[in-house]
């Protein structure tokens, strides 16, 4: 018998029959019930920070290292093993799984993909998903704490502003981060994701001591663990971080859209294999809670995500995955696709 299964109340969310963006789904502005009051914004901020700046900093040692002929083969190989574990936490885990409930596991496995999620820095799983919800609940329209699209002027200078808020601005910003109680109640009474949250820091040293251990044992020396450090902690971050940015700004900027979704989410090819499939946005806002967001072969062939999420359904590891039917699909293809 299976241990778990999908949380049955995960506070409001933009289900597969409705458009997402408040217009589309016919909600209002904002309410004060909506935001989340940070505690302290200038450590937040200060926080952000170090965390965007510092791995682009240790770009510049990559520079020297590679002048110097001091990159191996295992400096690639820690950064593919540490790409791979956090990127697929974030998607697999945070995304498809903890916001979307897009198929049912085990309390393990559970918890195994909240921490290899927090272990990419992106923020504490409780908020990473209230403010992910919140993000479809008002899709582009006042509410929503990362479009390009709101209140950043016209012409090619807001359009500027626009995708920079989208990419890393709001990072800074608390004026529509996600009242944490309201969008994502199923996180904050579940006593193993609050003991995640608390111990957040714990889960990033991790996420730094492995790479470091990793390197350590494939070199032999502490120069290959420093290396590994680098690899699979900075330059990891770095790459990681902007894809996941992307999904924000870009996949609401360019690309095509096939779906009627009531707001600007775009499918971006290219971005796709970088971001386990996540870049497949317009499909993804179209039916939010599916477990593929390639929908057609060939995207689903650029969506790790789901190829993972199949594999572990072949391992008996989850069940209930939400698939979405072609017939289901067809009631929302535009009729000309932009």
């Known amino acids: 018998m299976h241990s778990a299964t999908r ?10 029959e409705s458009s997402s ?8 502005a904002p309410a004060a019930s909506d935001i989340e009051i940070c505690a302290n914004e200038r450590a937040d901020r200060i ?3 170090i965390v965007t700046i510092v791995p682009v900093l240790a770009l510049g040692i990559v520079v020297w290292q590679a002048w110097a002929e001091f990159l191996h083969w295992h400096d690639f190989l820690v950064f593919a093993v540490m790409y791979v574990t956090t990127g697929l936490g974030i998607t697999v885990g945070f995304h498809r799984y903890f916001t979307h409930r897009a198929f049912a596991t085990s309390t393990p ?3 195994t993909l909240a921490v290899m999620g927090t272990m990419a820095i992106e923020g504490p799983i409780t908020a990473w998903v209230a403010d992910h919800r919140k993000h479809h609940a008002f899709s582009d329209q006042e509410g929503d704490p990362h479009s390009p699209h709101v209140d950043h002027g ?4 807001g359009a500027l502003r626009g995708l920079a808020h989208a ?28 003991f995640i949250d608390r111990t957040t820091l714990w889960w990033i040293g991790l996420g730094l001591a492995l790479p470091f251990g990793l390197g350590f044992a494939l070199g032999g020396t502490l120069q290959a663990a420093f290396t590994g450090l680098l690899w699979g902690g900075a330059v990891r971050i770095v790459l990681l971080h902007h894809v996941t940015y992307s ?6 900027f360019f690309g095509r859209r096939r779906f009627a ?26 039916f939010p809670t599916s477990a593929a967001h390639g929908l057609r072969w060939y995207e689903r062939a650029l969506d790790p995500s789901a190829i993972t999420i199949a594999g572990l359904r072949r391992l008996g590891l989850v069940w209930d995955v939400v698939t979405i039917s072609a017939q289901r699909q067809a009631t929302k293809v535009l009729t000309t696709p932009r």
């Open 7 to 16: 949380a049955p109340d995960a506070g409001p969310q933009v289900d597969d």
């Open 21 to 28: 963006g408040a217009q589309a789904s016919g909600a209002v």
């Open 47 to 49: 926080a952000t920070g």
């Open 109 to 111: 496995l559970r918890a």
């Open 154 to 157: 016209h012409g090619l200078r």
């Open 167 to 194: 990419h890393v601005g709001w990072l800074f910003l608390h004026t529509q981060r996600a009242n944490k109680r309201r969008y994502a109640p199923d996180l904050v009474g579940d006593a193993t994701i609050a």
């Open 247 to 252: 999904i924000n700004s870009l996949c609401h």
């Open 261 to 286: 979704t009531g707001d600007q989410s775009r499918n971006l090819a290219w971005l796709a294999p970088l971001s386990f499939g996540e870049a497949w946005h317009n499909n993804h806002h179209a």
